[in-house]
């Protein structure tokens, strides 16, 4: 097997390991979407485990998503990077192939990409270093920006690259919002229990859940740009996911079955 084939296969592998909502989807693209979308997930997915490790400080998780920042400014130094994560074997094996993702994605979409990526991991160090502490509207706006409204904006440069489908940036970065909104819900208990707290000073559940609600009525609208098939039905999959985990919540479960997601799936290519 080529060098090449084997990072395809690899990438293919850990998509399926990290994601539980963009896996399906991204099968469903044609290439060579399939591979950049594949690559730019996992692209942001290295630096979100960064953000979200466990066992790391927050001085180290700053200044490691800091210097991934400035790695990814110019050409990808990828010894440096391997490097500077040796001592931390305990990140996933998706954040130490970063280099190998960006080698994936094409050349005419990687510094976008790039770009994307960078943006998002001297945003989340801004975080890490605020304590993740959501004090209003406002900040949380910010924070579901930089760690998922920067998804939305990747996916439409990478839409214009690919065939010049033009989406609305705004509206993009609200389908982002929408489904962090709503990965927000799900783990608000978990969350409380490690002290984190991303629901904002004096919210009631019930305001989470309309902020979250409005947000993917705006992802309703942002799809209505898009004609071309399979990034409609790529797009889709996540949003009615999301909203059926809404109606999951509101019933008082802690997420939908693995039918119910079968099911979404399939309704969503046969409409």
Not at 13 to 19: A, D, G
Not at 205 to 218: P, V
Request: with cysteine; aromatic share 8%.
């Amino acid at each position: 097997m080529s060098q090449a084939k084997q990072l395809q296969k690899d990438a293919n592998h850990m998509l399926k390991q990290t994601s539980r909502t963009f896996y399906i989807p991204i099968t469903l693209l044609k290439p060579p979407l399939k591979q950049t979308v594949g690559s730019a997930y996992l692209c942001m997915r290295a630096v979100d485990e960064i953000e979200d490790h466990q066992e790391l400080d927050v001085e180290t998780k700053q200044r490691l998503l800091r210097e991934t920042g400035r790695l990814l400014e110019g050409e990808f130094d990828d010894d440096a990077y391997r490097s500077m994560l040796q001592p931390y074997e305990s990140l996933p094996e998706v954040t130490h192939r970063l280099g190998d993702w960006i080698r994936l994605c094409p050349n005419g979409i990687v510094e976008k990409v790039k770009a994307s990526t960078r943006v998002m991991a001297f945003g989340m160090a801004d975080w890490v270093e605020k304590g993740w502490h959501i004090r209003d509207r406002d900040d949380l706006d910010d924070y579901t920006y930089y760690v998922a409204g920067l998804v939305g904006v990747m996916l439409s440069d990478i839409w214009y690259w690919y065939d010049g489908t033009e989406t609305d940036r705004e509206l993009a970065i609200s389908y982002g919002r929408g489904l962090q909104a709503v990965n927000i819900l799900r783990n608000q208990d978990e969350d409380s229990e490690r002290g984190v707290k991303f629901v904002p000073d004096g919210w009631t559940r019930e305001d989470m859940f309309q902020y979250t609600e409005n947000n993917l009525a705006q992802a309703d609208e942002y799809m209505k740009s898009i004609e071309t098939r399979h990034i409609l039905l790529f797009c889709r999959i996540p949003l009615a996911l999301a909203k059926r985990t809404i109606k999951a919540l509101k019933e008082g479960r802690e997420k939908i079955s693995r039918n119910e997601v079968e099911t979404i799936v399939e309704n969503v290519k046969h409409n």
